[in-house]
């Protein structure tokens, strides 16, 4: 548990270091992985996963993907885009009209 | 002289089963429901019956979800196997 928390710490000081406002911190859960995976010569069974919110400028990416591949606390390394919650439109299953059948490729 | 109008006793639209739940690629139940519990594949829109927004939110989730390792990929999660059956599909 004292290695997580200083993986963490390391990795949201190298974070606003580069000049990253993180604006949460959330666990979730240490469960065992859902395959296992080899990373830093090592094949791991169990992990713990987190997700940090921040805002940050898109040069910061690739800098940070190498800091966290060359950190053999992290097993996996992703950043992801936050989630915009887009208008609730869904109307529903739109029945396709006979032309948009006929014209419609089949894949 | 008859009033042009539209249907008045037209249905309302079918609705999905997700329609209006956000798809997330953390909660793993609800994408496991549309995998194949034998193979861990992909169920695809004639099974599930989702719209096409859906469907595809759902298929990047899971892919995402795969390559981030919160999900199998080979099978589905044992865990969630007594979930409710929303696909339609027999075993």
Do not use: W
Request: include cysteine.
């Amino acid at each position: 548990k004292p290695g997580t928390a200083a993986a963490l710490k390391r990795t949201v000081e190298a974070l606003m270091e580069r000049g990253a406002i993180v604006r949460n911190l959330e666990n979730l859960g240490e469960r065992s992985l859902p395959y296992k995976i080899s990373k830093h010569r090592e094949r791991h069974k169990r992990g713990g996963y987190f997700l940090i919110d921040l805002e940050a400028p898109p040069s910061i990416v690739s800098p940070m993907m190498d800091h966290l591949g060359r950190d053999t606390d992290v097993i996996r390394r992703a950043f992801v885009k936050h989630p915009v919650a887009k208008a609730e439109e869904c109307s529903g299953i739109i029945p396709a009209s006979p032309e948009e059948k006929l014209s419609a490729k089949k894949n | 002289q008859p009033i042009q109008m539209e249907n008045p006793y037209k249905d309302p639209p079918r609705r999905c089963v997700l329609c209006g739940i956000d798809v997330d690629y953390k909660n793993v139940q609800l994408l496991s429901q549309f995998v194949s519990p034998y193979t861990g594949s992909i169920y695809g829109r004639h099974i599930t019956g989702l719209c096409n927004k859906k469907q595809k939110e759902i298929t990047k989730a899971i892919k995402r979800a795969h390559v981030l390792g919160f999900m199998p990929v080979m099978f589905k999660n044992p865990q969630f196997l007594t979930d409710p059956k929303l696909c339609n599909i027999k075993y």
